[in-house]
């Protein structure tokens, strides 16, 4: 008999009850899924870790409005949605500086051919990315990267479902159509 994998305990009642133990297992738990949710929309890699610092301490500051401690993580990434959002209106019509993506420990593991075509297949389609919206973008990461629901994203991103569908659609269509011009 198959066993059945226990969802995710998280000490968010703990949290809430100021215990510090349990913010360092949260911040474990999320601070490089938001990291790398942020980074992916501002590339900027001092901005990343300001969104996520700034996501964790308006977490701790209004924790008590979450209701369903099972959607920690949502209501987490929903704050930090709005953060970033935040930081494109900032920084909308500046000059932003744009890092470079970081190494990741898989890499040791590839010979330094197939380690270069990666990082330029990764270097393209991330090119491709981001000549999408921002909104589309958004979606593209909270599915396929984060892994959210559909009813999550709309919950993160404050939109109905419908629009939610909406862009996922129009950006899966945008990346496609990118692809292909890219291929020509």
Known sequence: MLAVAEPEQLPVPQARAGKPEAWDALFR????PLYVYAFELVHNEQASLDIVQETF????????????????????FGSAHQKVFQFWRKHSGKEVLFDEVPE?????????????I???????????LNQ??????SVLLLHFVEDFSLAEIARITETQLGTVKSRLHYAKRALR??????ER
């Open 29 to 32: 738990r999320y601070q490089l």
């Open 57 to 76: 301490i308006a977490a701790a500051r209004h924790i008590g409005g979450l209701r369903e401690d099972d959607k920690f993580g949502s209501w987490l």
């Open 104 to 116: 990741s420990p898989d890499d040791f593991e590839d010979s330094p051919d197939d380690l270069l």
């Open 118 to 128: 990666r990082r330029e297949q990764e270097a393209e389609f991330m090119n491709l």
């Open 132 to 137: 999408l919206p921002l909104p589309q973008r």
């Open 177 to 182: 159509k990118l692809l292909e011009q890219n």
